[in-house]
């Protein structure tokens, strides 16, 4: 692990390097890490401030809510548009915070607006070490919508990122870099994870600083 210190030498974040199969005495890839050790419960600890601290505050405003990415997935069918307008009113949508797992959980990740990702991604990033399931579409959604991979998928996450601002882009940048010292990845989330550092979010790594 290569650490990366801000201004002050304060370890901030790690590009992380994934083995494809678990250490001895590490649990299996795609189990948690039921029992951290004093280091990891450190990282975590810092991940979880940073992000809470980055994105308090925001709201869903306007944003895709869980329940109308829902609908979007079954391309609209057994929903009005005026149904459709109305579901927010019956989701958290003031205090990301509170949303539990498994609400989470329904969230079609992929048809969030960039209102509804900066929103949602605090509170799905932070379930990911909390309650980890390799199978768990709330978990491959997390990661995947993290890795900009090629256009046209490029330009789509551009998009979702821009509507962030440097401290929430550094908070889910330190999210990425401590993930693997977290929870044994499993599938193709090594592979995700250490190039979305390395060809995006990285360079946010640098400063925590900014709007």
């Known amino acids: 692990m290569v650490e990366v210190t801000n201004k002050q030498g304060l370890a901030v974040g790690a590009r992380p390097s994934v083995p494809s199969y678990a250490a001895p005495g590490q649990p299996h890839p795609g189990q948690p890490k039921h029992e951290l050790g004093a280091m990891e419960s450190a990282y975590l600890a810092l991940v979880q401030s940073t992000i809470h601290s980055a994105f308090s505050g925001v709201v869903l405003g306007n944003g895709i809510s869980i329940r109308q990415s829902e609908v979007i997935d079954r391309y609209g069918r057994v929903c009005t548009v005026e149904e459709f307008r109305a579901l927010p009113r019956n989701e958290i949508t003031d205090d990301w915070e509170r949303i539990p797992d498994e609400k989470l959980e329904r969230s079609c990740i992929a048809h969030l607006d960039p209102e509804g990702f900066r929103y949602y991604i605090p509170a799905l990033a932070l379930s990911v070490p909390r309650n980890y399931d390799s199978t768990s579409m709330r978990v491959i959604g997390t990661i995947s919508s993290l890795y900009p991979k090629?256009?046209?998928?490029?330009?789509?996450?551009?998009?979702?990122?821009?509507?962030?601002?440097?401290?929430?882009?550094?908070?889910?940048?330190?999210f990425l870099s401590h993930l693997p010292n977290l929870v044994a990845l499993e599938y193709e989330e090594p592979k995700e994870v250490s190039p979305a550092l390395r060809n995006y979010w990285c360079q946010f790594l640098e400063s925590p600083s900014g709007t």
Do not use: G
Not at 150 to 171: G, V
């Open 150 to 174: 090629e256009e046209p998928y490029w330009s789509y996450c551009m998009r979702r990122y821009d509507l962030l601002n440097q401290r929430q882009k550094f908070a889910l940048a330190l």
